[in-house]
């Protein structure tokens, strides 16, 4: 019996992760009959967590910290910890040491940070001091018009009225690269600017390149506003969190569930053809999957010849080679902060972190890789056996090559050995999981890229992918885009699954849910 268009209420999202699941819940909690299709075999995306090395240890399989997540409006309004969800908050959230045994902390306290910095270049600390004293009262309108959809609205407007003058130096230092912004607020100051330079190479950006200001200064202003928890028990309970909501509102989630073409007729959406022949019919489709990918679902007349090239050539960046660890002991660091933070980040100075991002960006792996490591059974116990422990790393590197995933994975302990000697001595397992695994495990991850394209300036904003697409509708009509490709891009935050579900409601005329 065919449906008239004004009374099909179906609607299908591709994609059950942090994006996808927090766009069903708007959607269902409007009236709409929510499907909820994922490839993989279980949901949560990048934020899922496995039992990769021996039974008994649990490690996160891409996100393995939260600060975007606390600092989210859409999952703040959301109340995750009433569906059981425990925040875990580290004290000591990062540290960075250097190849004498010393080491920079980063703490959620302002005043030991500050003493931390100082200790490693008098003078600083009170640089740093006097920054976070600037920002910290505005951290959370900072995050809300950086995740916020475009154009910024009210909140921007408040944020530059608060900050006046200064918010023409915010601007500078947003778009301007983190090795200036750190040499600028430390005065010409290496070691420290090479603390803060590691914070924005999550983004996987060279710390010259302009823009990655903006992922260094707000990844650290978060630590002290919000700080980088992660769930008790793993990132996959962040999932079952949000799935639980689904569910209870109604959310039909189907897993294995592998969509191979989004259907067209008569100029709009019909629905999706998945790899075994269904088709689940739908008036609207939200895809969470990023640019390339979600190309080669469309009919080649399905959008302007000038947006599906865009969508085809989108550029994505280095990949993260994932090890997990686990251990008969924690890792014999030499630097006593490295010992007590839940993050380390291991590159050493400013001029090595520089070396490895411009070695991955030409393809090469790097000699010395830059790695983000997390420590997460020390502040979570239900991580490890009594007395073990679980490690979380990886390193960016391009997302092929042509050498063995052993020997990057034997650079990657290079560089580990280099800060903690001995720490060979303490692995009782270890899984590894390069470029082409990540890939062919969830093929919206092109070439091994966890945030769905390099965050270059010609890939932000309006340009994350397209001005067509920056605000979630597409030309072809039923058609909503989120997830990582998608501005404000990736990380665990959902807003940009948030902004689809309004774009879709406010085209059906429906009232939004709003917390």
């Known amino acids: 019996m065919r449906i008239p268009a004004s009374a099909d209420r179906r609607v299908v999202v591709v994609g059950a992760g942090s994006n996808g699941l927090v766009c069903a819940i708007h ?28 039974p008994g240890f649990v490690h996160d399989h ?10 989210s409006p859409a999952m703040r309004e959301l109340d995750l910890p009433g569906e059981g969800l425990h925040w875990v908050h580290p004290p000591a959230i990062m540290a960075h040491p250097f190849d004498d045994g010393t080491a920079i902390a980063l703490h959620h306290d302002l005043e030991a940070t500050v003493e931390s910095l100082d200790a490693c270049h008098p003078g600083a600390g009170a640089a740093w001091r006097e920054l976070i004293d600037q920002y910290h009262p505005h951290a959370q ?64 950006l060279a710390p010259s390149t302009a823009g990655s200001g903006a992922f260094g200064l707000l990844l650290q202003l978060v630590a002290h506003s919000h700080g980088w928890p992660f769930p008790a028990g793993g990132q996959g309970q962040l999932a079952e969190a949000l799935v639980a909501i689904a569910s209870r509102d109604g959310v039909r989630l189907r897993c294995d569930a592998h969509v191979q073409e989004i259907l067209v007729r008569h100029g709009r959406v019909a629905g999706v053809a998945l790899s075994d022949g269904e088709v ?35 550029r994505y960046a280095t990949a993260a080679f994932k090890l997990d660890y686990a251990l008969d002991a924690p890792v014999p660091w030499v630097a006593p902060e490295a010992r007590a933070a839940a993050v380390v980040h291991v590159g050493g100075e400013l001029e090595e972190l520089a070396l490895a991002a411009q070695a991955g960006e030409r393809g090469e792996v790097p000699a010395r890789p830059a790695l983000v490591v997390g420590q997460h059974s020390l502040f979570d ?21 042509s050498c063995s995933d052993s020997d990057v994975a034997a650079l990657v302990e290079a560089q580990l050995e280099r800060f903690a000697p001995g720490f060979g001595g303490v692995v009782l397992g270890r899984a590894l999981r390069g470029p082409a695994l990540t890939e062919a495990e969830n093929p919206s991850l092109v ?3 966890l945030a769905g394209g390099s965050y270059e300036l010609d890939q ?6 397209a001005p067509e697409l920056c605000r979630h509708r597409t030309p072809l009509r039923g058609l909503y885009v989120a997830g990582a490709s998608v501005h404000p891009g990736g990380a665990v935050h959902g807003m940009g699954g948030r902004s689809a579900a309004r774009a879709l409601l406010g085209d059906r005329r429906l009232r939004p849910w709003r917390g």
């Not at 900072?142 to 918010?167: E, F, H, K, W, Y």
């Not at 999957?289 to 080669?296: D, H």
């Not at 116990?381 to 490690?391: E, F, N, S, V, Y």
């Open 460 to 465: 932000q904003l309006i340009f994350r992918p």
């Open 280 to 314: 689940v019919s739908a008036r609207d489709v939200v895809t969470t999957i990023s640019a390339r990918p979600l190309a080669a679902l469309l009919p080649p007349d399905a959008l302007p010849h000038r947006l599906l090239r865009r969508l085809r050539i989108w």
């Open 27 to 54: 959607l269902a909690r409007a009236g709409l009959d929510v499907t909820v299709l994922e490839h993989a075999p279980r949901p949560g995306g990048a934020s899922s967590s496995v039992t990769a090395t021996l």
């Open 447 to 449: 070439g091994g890229d």
């Open 141 to 204: 309108r900072l995050v809300d018009t950086v995740l916020g959809p475009l154009p910024p609205g009210r909140g921007a407007l408040a944020l530059a009225a608060s900050l006046r003058r200064d918010s023409l130096l915010l601007a500078r230092r947003l778009i301007g690269s983190v090795q200036a912004l750190g040499l600028d607020v430390f005065n010409g100051a290496r070691r420290p600017t090479a603390w803060l330079s590691g914070s924005a190479q999550h983004s996987g």
């Open 381 to 401: 116990r239900t991580r490890a056996p009594a007395g073990k422990h679980t490690l979380y790393c990886y390193a960016h590197v391009p997302g092929r090559y």
């Open 62 to 71: 891409c996100a393995g910290f939260n600060p975007m997540t606390i600092a």
